[in-house]
Antibody, heavy 125, light 111 residues
């Protein structure tokens, strides 16, 4: 059974860089797309971005180019770095696996079928 | 960005009774392949979201058949034929047609 493991809760100071890693077990990170999603009381669920092991990445423009998602295939994990954080970045951060569902000659990868347990990040001085 | 709007935001239900949640998108979610790129998730209290429905009406693995999805274009519905106590939580719709992927604001189902 595929599992995603994230670190425990963390504190980050304003203007610094938030760093999170998601360890993947029971699936090769080279097979699927992987995303980061965050959840805050004020903005609900917000997709941050996705990556494929080959280097393909896509980000939410709302983050104004502050996010970078990278992969370490040797460790079967992927990471999020979010720079210049403010209080508005306080949220629970989830890593998520994209689906790979075949139907009538197509492949549907635009659903998140496995989620990590989430890690709470608080931006505070 | 495609805006997703759910209603109602709160849904009190009685076990054994049906329930229905609506989701509207600001643009059509109909892909050129003929499928609607609309997913439903349930976030149970204290848990991460879990995938319920993908491509408008397909149940994810292990999802009971009392859950069903319908609709097309910009209007979608999640229906629970007979609500059970374990169905409590917040339900979200999400569009996967274009990035940035966007979610509805959530509907809290309470018993």
């Amino acid at each position: 059974q595929v599992q995603l493991q994230e670190p425990g809760p963390g504190l980050v100071k304003p203007s610094e860089t938030l760093s999170l890693t998601c360890a993947v077990s029971a699936a090769s990170i080279s097979t699927y797309y992987w995303s980061w999603v965050r959840q805050s009381p004020g903005k609900g669920l917000e997709w941050i971005g996705y990556m494929f092991y080959s280097g393909i990445t896509k980000y939410n423009p709302s983050l104004r180019s502050r996010a970078i998602i990278s992969v370490d295939t040797s460790r079967n994990e992927f990471s999020l770095r979010l720079r210049s954080v403010t209080a508005a970045d306080t949220a629970v951060y989830y890593c998520a696996k994209h689906s790979r569902l075949n139907f009538e000659g197509n492949t549907y990868e635009e659903a998140f079928d496995i989620w990590g347990q989430g890690t709470k990040v608080t931006v505070t001085s | 960005d495609i805006v997703m709007t759910q209603s109602p935001l709160s849904l009190p239900v009685t076990p054994g009774e049906p329930a229905s949640i609506s989701c509207r998108s600001s643009e059509s979610l109909l892909h050129r392949n003929g499928y609607n790129y609309l997913n439903w998730y349930l976030q149970k209290p204290g848990q991460s979201p879990q995938l319920l429905i993908y491509l408008r009406s397909n149940r994810a693995s292990g999802v009971p058949d009392r859950f069903s999805g319908s609709g097309s274009g910009t209007y979608f519905t999640l229906q629970i034929s007979r609500v059970e106590a374990e169905d409590v939580g917040v339900y979200y719709c999400m569009q996967g047609l274009q990035t940035p992927y966007t979610f509805g604001q959530g509907t809290k189902l309470e018993i």
